[in-house]
């Protein structure tokens, strides 16, 4: 965790937006969502909204601005979520900056042949295995979308797996009601009771909305299911710039706002005062290609600014870091991982995820998870600025070594050393002769080596065996009740 300190010692922060611009931006999302509208798909949410004062004409929804805006008072603007080990807490926070992983690559890396495949069962573990070991990662999705399944169980499976393998807090998908369901069983399993639950929640729900202006049946069923049982919530979307909005970033903005807003909305009306993120990702269209760019600065300066708007209405916040266009883990990969993280830890947005994604969201990579964790080390080591005190400035020791002196066996500065300095686990600093008697390891060799130890050393704390036991009984039945419906 990446966190900003703006008064005992300033730390780096920039903004893209201006309060004048936010306060534009936002009374344009205001005008978007009470003259253009939503469409809502969800029977309920649109009914929580029209017995509020919203108009309703079939789908399409128009909100007006007073319910918008008591909707955005009501949201927490922080909330904790924990490792079921109940002390691993992840204060979501602006300004407080936490690293994960993302969910849903239909491809995945594999660890040991170092070769593009389908993800599969297993894959989930391995990746809540290696940010269970990996410092800078603070939180657990599952890098994969197992293909070896049915994909309606995906998450289910996969939310299993990470219990087993992680104490960090876990955020967990799930496309349909029933499957929710199932993970919030085995969270509650794992937390003792709903009560136990409801006061250290070891998982928060992820969830997606599609642009432009669209809020589908089963991600907002899954929003209000999690409102009803204090399952902290994150709905996050944004338009391919382009494609979805027009091609500039202030209407992308406005896209994006109004179907967070709307979705916020819903919950709160639902719940008020249940806690939930906004999430915004407007990435701009390639214009050889139509996709996405992830790796795009445009992407990385939209995410910032959409950011700024989360922390103008003091709401939580989760963009993207760590994404790269490449196939992979090459200086294009590593150099577009640089960027974002280190404009992610800037803006201060609350959660940052996508971190080991190559490809445009469709390959998850561990490898690729463990050089973004040093890269986060170093940005966060910058985050943390230059402390100014009598401590730092050490004008005694100054005085006292003189002019012309060596302060390398002064206990005072050596003392500092550890805290002052950041130390590398993968990059090389040794001279060209010492870096060649070590094995001459380029920084992908030494990536894949430390991935390796990982996978080989690393046990994560158990879970007892009886509680195994009954998350199994849970799959069973998931498993079960979809083949009845199969039937």
């Known amino acids: ?53 919203a108009k309703v004409d079939d789908m399409i929804v128009y909100i007006p601005e007073w319910i918008v805006r008591r909707a955005i008072e009501s949201t927490p603007p922080t909330f904790s979520v924990w490792g079921r080990d109940g002390n691993h807490e992840m204060r979501v926070a602006m300004d407080r900056v936490h690293f994960g992983p993302g969910p849903t690559c239909t491809h995945f890396i594999d660890p040991y042949t170092k070769e593009r495949r389908l993800a599969k069962r297993g894959d989930a573990g391995l990746t809540a295995k290696v940010c269970d070991a990996l410092p800078n990662i603070d939180y ?130 639902k719940q008020p005062g249940v806690p939930m993120a906004i999430g915004g990702l407007p990435s701009m269209m390639d214009l050889r290609t139509a996709r996405p760019s992830y790796g795009a600065p445009e992407t990385s300066l939209f995410s910032a600014a959409a950011a700024d708007l989360a922390r103008y209405l003091g709401l939580p916040f989760m963009g993207t870091a760590g994404a790269s266009e490449s196939k992979a883990l ?91 300095v950041w130390i590398p686990s993968l990059f090389d600093r040794n001279t060209y002769n010492v870096w060649e008697q070590k094995g001459g390891l380029q920084t992908e060799e030494m990536v894949w080596s430390k991935l390796q130890h990982i996978l080989e050393t690393h046990q994560p704390a158990p879970l007892s065996s009886e509680i195994i036991e009954k998350i199994e009984k849970i799959l069973k039945k998931a498993e079960t009740r979809l083949l009845k419906c199969a039937s």
């Open 330 to 420: 090459d200086a294009q990969a590593g150099a577009e991982a640089t960027m974002e993280i280190l404009i992610s830890a800037l803006s201060g947005a609350s959660l940052v995820h996508d971190i080991g994604f190559l490809d445009c969201a469709d390959i998850g990579s561990l490898g690729y998870l463990v050089l973004t964790d040093e890269l986060i080390g170093m940005v966060a080591r910058f985050m943390r600025g230059v402390q100014v005190d009598s401590k730092t400035i050490l004008f005694d020791l100054i005085k006292k070594v003189g002019p012309g002196g060596s302060f390398i066996k002064q206990k005072e500065s050596v003392s500092l050393s550890r805290s002052e």
């Open 1 to 53: 965790m990446i966190q900003s300190d703006t008064f005992v010692n300033p730390s780096p922060r920039f903004h893209v937006l201006s309060d004048s611009q936010s306060e534009q931006l936002f009374k344009a999302t205001l005008d978007c969502l009470q003259q253009v509208g939503v469409q809502i798909h969800n029977a309920e949410a649109r009914t929580l909204l029209a017995n509020s004062g």
């Open 140 to 269: 657990i999705m599952g890098l994969s979308f197992f293909s070896d399944v049915n994909p309606v169980l995906a998450p289910v499976y996969e939310f299993a797996e990470e219990l087993i393998n992680t104490t960090k807090p876990i955020i967990a998908w799930a496309g349909t009601p029933e499957t929710l369901q199932d993970i919030y069983r085995m969270a509650v399993t794992v937390a003792g009771s709903e009560e136990a639950f409801r006061e250290k929640p070891n998982f928060a729900f992820f969830t997606t909305y599609e642009s432009p202006l669209r809020l589908a049946d089963e991600p907002l069923a899954n929003l209000i299911f999690s409102a009803e049982h204090g399952i902290p919530s994150i709905c996050l979307g944004g338009p391919t710039v382009g494609l979805e909005s027009p091609f500039t970033g202030a209407s992308a903005l406005v896209l994006y706002l109004a179907s967070a807003l709307a979705a916020l909305t819903v919950v709160q009306l």
